[in-house]
Protein backbone atom coordinates (compact mmCIF):
# COMPACT_ATOMS: atom_id res chain seq x y z
CA UNK A 1 0.00 0.00 0.00
CA UNK A 2 1.28 3.77 -1.07
CA UNK A 3 -0.11 6.76 0.08
CA UNK A 4 0.95 9.56 -1.66
CA UNK A 5 0.28 13.26 -0.24
CA UNK A 6 1.25 16.55 -2.59
CA UNK A 7 2.74 20.12 -1.80
CA UNK A 8 3.90 23.23 -2.66
CA UNK A 9 1.38 24.60 -4.63
CA UNK A 10 0.67 28.02 -4.41
CA UNK A 11 0.12 31.49 -6.52
CA UNK A 12 2.84 32.65 -7.85
CA UNK A 13 3.54 35.61 -10.85
CA UNK A 14 4.38 34.90 -14.35
CA UNK A 15 7.98 33.96 -14.61
CA UNK A 16 8.34 33.11 -11.06
CA UNK A 17 9.09 29.39 -9.57
CA UNK A 18 7.39 26.88 -7.01
CA UNK A 19 8.57 23.49 -6.30
CA UNK A 20 6.31 20.51 -5.86
CA UNK A 21 6.90 17.74 -3.45
CA UNK A 22 4.88 14.34 -3.53
CA UNK A 23 5.77 12.53 -0.18
CA UNK A 24 5.25 8.79 -0.42
CA UNK A 25 3.72 7.05 2.87
CA UNK A 26 4.98 3.26 2.04
CA UNK A 27 7.42 1.54 -0.29
CA UNK A 28 8.75 4.08 -2.91
CA UNK A 29 12.38 2.44 -3.92
CA UNK A 30 10.97 0.19 -6.89
CA UNK A 31 7.68 2.26 -7.86
CA UNK A 32 7.34 4.97 -11.27
CA UNK A 33 6.51 8.18 -10.45
CA UNK A 34 4.31 10.29 -12.49
CA UNK A 35 3.22 13.96 -12.39
CA UNK A 36 0.27 15.01 -13.48
CA UNK A 37 -1.95 18.37 -14.19
CA UNK A 38 -5.36 19.46 -14.39
CA UNK A 39 -6.34 23.13 -15.53
CA UNK A 40 -9.58 23.87 -14.99
CA UNK A 41 -12.28 22.80 -17.69
CA UNK A 42 -9.53 20.79 -19.41
CA UNK A 43 -8.31 17.07 -19.33
CA UNK A 44 -5.85 15.45 -16.76
CA UNK A 45 -2.28 15.58 -18.44
CA UNK A 46 0.93 14.21 -17.91
CA UNK A 47 3.76 15.91 -17.49
CA UNK A 48 6.39 13.67 -16.78
CA UNK A 49 7.13 10.11 -15.15
CA UNK A 50 10.39 9.17 -13.23
CA UNK A 51 11.51 5.54 -13.33
CA UNK A 52 12.38 4.15 -10.02
CA UNK A 53 16.11 4.71 -10.67
CA UNK A 54 15.94 8.79 -11.75
CA UNK A 55 15.31 7.87 -15.65
CA UNK A 56 13.00 10.26 -17.26
CA UNK A 57 10.88 8.40 -19.12
CA UNK A 58 8.54 11.20 -20.26
CA UNK A 59 8.13 15.14 -20.28
CA UNK A 60 5.35 16.73 -21.69
CA UNK A 61 6.81 19.42 -24.43
CA UNK A 62 5.14 22.42 -22.77
CA UNK A 63 7.36 21.29 -19.63
CA UNK A 64 10.77 20.80 -21.51
CA UNK A 65 13.34 23.69 -20.95
CA UNK A 66 10.69 24.45 -17.58
CA UNK A 67 10.45 22.10 -15.53
CA UNK A 68 12.87 19.42 -13.53
CA UNK A 69 11.46 16.19 -11.96
CA UNK A 70 13.20 14.26 -9.55
CA UNK A 71 13.54 11.89 -7.09
CA UNK A 72 15.39 10.77 -3.74
CA UNK A 73 14.42 7.52 -2.32
CA UNK A 74 15.95 7.08 0.65
CA UNK A 75 13.96 10.76 1.52
CA UNK A 76 10.79 8.99 0.21
CA UNK A 77 10.45 12.13 -1.92
CA UNK A 78 9.58 12.84 -5.54
CA UNK A 79 9.70 16.79 -6.65
CA UNK A 80 8.44 19.42 -9.60
CA UNK A 81 10.95 21.78 -10.12
CA UNK A 82 8.96 24.64 -12.16
CA UNK A 83 10.45 28.13 -13.20
CA UNK A 84 9.75 30.57 -15.24
CA UNK A 85 5.97 29.60 -14.86
CA UNK A 86 3.21 30.70 -17.26
CA UNK A 87 -0.68 31.15 -16.87
CA UNK A 88 -1.38 27.88 -19.21
CA UNK A 89 0.53 26.22 -16.34
CA UNK A 90 -2.72 26.83 -13.62
CA UNK A 91 -3.79 23.51 -12.96
CA UNK A 92 -4.03 21.40 -9.87
CA UNK A 93 -1.24 18.95 -9.49
CA UNK A 94 -0.92 15.76 -9.13
CA UNK A 95 1.91 12.51 -8.14
CA UNK A 96 0.79 8.96 -8.98
CA UNK A 97 2.81 5.96 -9.31
CA UNK A 98 3.07 2.23 -9.57
CA UNK A 99 4.96 -0.88 -10.20
CA UNK A 100 8.61 -0.55 -11.42
CA UNK A 101 7.97 -0.74 -15.19
CA UNK A 102 5.40 0.34 -15.51
CA UNK A 103 4.13 3.38 -18.05
CA UNK A 104 3.20 6.74 -16.56
CA UNK A 105 -0.82 6.78 -17.43
CA UNK A 106 -4.19 7.91 -15.76
CA UNK A 107 -4.15 4.34 -14.92
CA UNK A 108 -1.57 4.47 -12.54
CA UNK A 109 -2.51 2.80 -9.32
CA UNK A 110 -1.48 5.12 -6.69
CA UNK A 111 -2.11 8.90 -6.65
CA UNK A 112 -2.42 11.78 -4.14
CA UNK A 113 -4.87 14.81 -3.71
CA UNK A 114 -3.09 17.05 -5.75
CA UNK A 115 -1.94 20.02 -4.86
CA UNK A 116 -3.34 23.74 -6.90
CA UNK A 117 -0.86 26.16 -8.76
CA UNK A 118 -2.14 29.42 -10.19
CA UNK A 119 0.05 31.54 -12.24
CA UNK A 120 -1.68 35.14 -12.55
CA UNK A 121 -0.20 38.74 -11.85
Known amino acids: QLTLVESGGDLVQPGGSLRLDCAAFGPMKYVTIGWFRQAPGKDREIVSCITARGRITHQAESAKGRFTTYRDNDKKMAYLQMNNLKPEDTAVYYC???????????????WGKGTAVTVSS
Open 96 to 110: AADGQGTECSGAMHY
